[in-house]
C-alpha cells in the first residue's frame, strides 16, 4: 500500500488486503470513537501548561537552521521521557531525529513540524514594537517554535489513550530542521525515512486554524550555491595578473537578472553573495553566489535550474576561471491529500478558534499598526477547508513538499501569529511566546489527536488516503528527487552566526523551574504598546 504500483489489478488487491487484515484493530462504534475523541481533546487541553512551557523553551533558544542542537536536545529528552525511541543525527544532519512509539501493528502516522529560526529576527514577546532581545541576533519571526511542542502534545494525549484501550499503531515525531534553508526533507525523503509510513500530519505556524487539500499554493525550488575560483593578485600593483572570481559572480548576477525579464510570472529567484572575496586590495580568488529558483512544477524549477547553469558557465568563461556549484536545499510544489484533509477539517470544525482576550486582541492591533497593516486584530471566523488552487499561484516554498510525494500528507496551520504580518521578520517573533501562540497551539493539538485518532480506529481512511495518492495525485506525476545519493546537506551553513550570538543569547533561555512564563522571567507586562497604538 505504501508504493504506487504499476497495475490498477495489483491496487485492487493491496487495498483489499489492506483494509481487510493489515490493521486487525477492535471495532469501535462512530458514538465510541466522537466519546475517544472527546476525551483526547481534553487531555490536551489539560496539558495547556506544558504544551506553554515547551514553546516558551523553544523561543528562548533562537537557533537557526542546522544549529538546532538546544531545541533537539530539549525536545528528545522530553520523548525518551515518554517511552519514545529516538534515533539521532539522522541524514547526517546532527541536529536531526525521528521518535517512535509502537504499540502493534496498526497505523504508522508521522507528525512533523519545523524548529528553526531567522536572522536578525530578535525580538521581546508581548512587547508590539521593535526591540531585541540581542541586537542582531537570530529569533523566531517565523514561529517555528510552536509546531512541535504542539505535535508532541497531540502525540502524548493519544498515546496515553492507545495504551489505556490497546490500540495498535506507531506514532513518529520528527523536526524540519532547517527549514527556512528548505535543507533537510528531500534529505529523509532520498533516506527513506518514510517509506515505511502510512500518513503524515505536518503542522506550520499560522494565523487561523486550517488544513486545505490538492495542488497547494505557492512554488518549489532548487537552492543552489555558485563558487568560482580565479588567481589572487596584487589590485593596484599587477592586477593584470589577477584572474577575479568576483567578476564572474557580478557577470553572472548580470547575466541571470537579464534572464528574468522572460520568465514567466509564477517564477520566482533571489541571491545572495555569500563571499565577494577578502579585501579592496587582493583581486578575489574565489566568490560565491547563491541562489533560489522558484516554480510552480518540477520541470520549470528544473529549467532555470538548466538555464543558471550555462549562466554561470559563461561568466567563467568570460573571465578565465573555474566554476563549481552546490545543491543546498530542494523542495518540489506542494499536493495534499484529500481523505486526510477532509477528515482533520472536521476536527477543526469541532475545535474552533480559541477564545482571545482583549489583551490578546490588544496586542494584535498594535503590532499590525506597527508595521503599516491594517489593525483588525486576531482572526475570529474559522477558515474554510482550502481547495485545490484552480490556476496556480507563485509565492513561497516549503520542502514538505517532497514528503507530500512520498506519503499522503496535509499540513495544518493552526493559530498562534498574527494576521497582516510581512513574515521573516521581527514583528512575527511578537506573539511567539505569548498566550496567542499557546492557545492556537492547544487548539491545532486538539484537531490534530482528533484526526490521528480517526485513522487509528477506522483504517479504511488509510485505505482511502492511498487510494487519492495512487490514482489521483500520482497519475500523471511522478516524483523525482532533485538530489543525487551524493548530495549532502550543507550542515556547515549558520554556524559562524550561532556560535557569535549563542552566548549571548544563553542568558535569556527559559528557566521554567522558577517562572511561570516567558513573559514574566522576561519582565515584560502583557501587552506591551506604544502610546498611539
Not at 523553544?58 to 528528545?76: M, N, P, R
Not at 517532497?402 to 514583528?427: A, C, E, Y
Request: charged share 20%.
Amino acid at each position: 500500500m505504501k508504493r504506487p504500483l504499476t497495475s490498477k489489478l495489483l491496487l485492487c488487491i493491496a487495498l483489499f488486503f489492506t483494509s481487510s487484515f493489515a490493521f486487525a484493530q477492535k471495532k469501535y462504534s462512530e458514538k465510541q470513537i466522537a466519546k475517544l475523541k472527546t476525551e483526547v481533546a481534553q487531555i490536551v487541553e489539560d496539558n495547556h501548561k506544558q504544551t506553554q512551557i515547551m514553546i516558551d523553551k523553544i523561543f528562548s533558544f533562537a537557533e537557526l537552521g542546522f544549529q538546532e542542537y538546544e531545541s533537539s536536545k530539549y525536545l528528545t529528552g522530553i520523548l525518551k521521557a515518554n517511552g519514545f525511541e529516538v534515533e539521532e543525527g539522522v541524514s547526517g544532519i546532527p541536529t536531526a531525529w525521528f521518535a517512535t512509539w509502537k504499540q502493534g501493528d496498526g497505523p504508522t502516522i508521522a507528525l512533523g513540524s519545523d524548529v528553526d529560526n531567522i536572522p536578525k529576527a530578535s525580538q521581546y514577546p508581548g512587547v508590539a514594537y521593535h526591540k531585541p532581545m540581542v541586537e542582531g541576533a537570530p529569533g523566531h519571526g517565523e514561529g517555528h517554535n510552536a509546531g512541535i511542542p504542539l505535535n508532541i502534545t497531540a502525540a502524548l494525549a493519544v498515546k496515553q489513550i492507545m495504551e489505556r484501550e490497546g490500540i495498535e499503531g506507531t506514532l513518529i515525531l520528527w523536526p524540519g530542521i532547517a527549514e527556512e534553508l528548505v535543507a533537510a526533507k528531500a534529505w529523509y525523503t532520498r533516506d527513506g525515512l518514510f517509506d515505511d509510513v502510512d500518513i503524515s500530519i505536518f503542522t506550520h505556524v499560522s494565523s487561523n486554524l486550517s488544513v486545505s487539500w490538492g495542488q497547494a499554493s505557492g512554488t518549489g525550488l532548487i537552492s543552489v550555491e555558485y563558487t568560482f575560483d580565479g588567481e589572487a593578485a596584487h589590485s593596484a600593483g599587477s592586477p593584470w595578473r589577477g584572474r577575479s572570481a568576483l567578476d564572474a559572480v557580478e557577470l553572472m548576477s548580470v547575466g541571470w537578472n537579464y534572464k528574468r525579464e522572460h520568465l514567466t510570472t509564477l517564477k520566482r529567484s533571489h541571491s545572495i553573495i555569500t563571499d565577494g572575496g577578502d579585501q579592496p586590495n587582493v583581486v578575489p580568488s574565489k566568490a560565491s553566489i547563491w541562489y533560489y529558483f522558484r516554480d510552480v512544477t518540477y520541470e520549470g524549477i528544473m529549467e532555470m535550474y538548466a538555464d543558471a547553469n550555462n549562466i554561470a558557465k559563461g561568466a567563467a568563461l568570460m573571465t578565465d576561471t573555474q566554476m563549481s556549484s552546490r545543491i543546498l536545499g530542494t523542495a518540489w510544489p506542494r499536493h495534499f491529500n484529500k481523505t486526510i484533509a477532509e477528515t482533520m477539517y472536521e476536527n477543526i470544525k469541532q475545535v474552533g478558534l480559541p477564545t482571545w482576550s482583549e489583551e490578546d486582541q490588544a496586542l494584535a492591533k498594535a503590532t499590525q499598526a506597527e508595521v503599516g497593516s491594517e489593525p483588525r486584530g486576531l482572526s475570529v471566523n474559522l477558515s474554510s477547508l482550502g481547495m485545490p488552487v484552480r490556476s496556480p499561484v507563485s509565492g513561497g516554498s516549503d520542502d514538505i513538499g517532497d514528503v507530500s510525494w512520498k506519503v499522503p500528507t496535509v499540513t495544518m496551520r493552526f493559530p498562534s501569529n498574527i494576521p497582516g504580518l510581512q513574515g521573516h521578520h521581527w514583528s512575527n517573533a511578537i506573539a511567539m511566546a505569548t498566550p496567542i501562540a499557546h492557545k492556537g497551539a492547544t487548539a491545532g493539538a486538539k484537531a490534530e489527536a482528533m484526526t490521528i485518532m480517526d485513522f487509528l480506529l477506522k483504517p479504511e481512511l488509510v485505505t482511502q488516503a492511498w487510494d487519492y495518492f495512487n490514482n489521483v495525485q500520482s497519475k500523471e506525476t511522478q516524483y523525482k528527487p532533485m538530489i543525487s545519493a551524493s548530495d549532502a546537506p550543507p550542515i556547515y551553513l549558520n554556524k559562524k552566526i550561532m556560535d557569535e550570538y549563542r552566548p549571548q543569547l544563553e542568558k535569556f533561555y527559559y528557566d521554567e523551574t522558577k517562572y511561570g512564563s516567558y513573559l514574566e522571567q522576561l519582565g515584560v507586562t502583557y501587552p506591551t504598546i506604544k502610546k498611539g497604538n
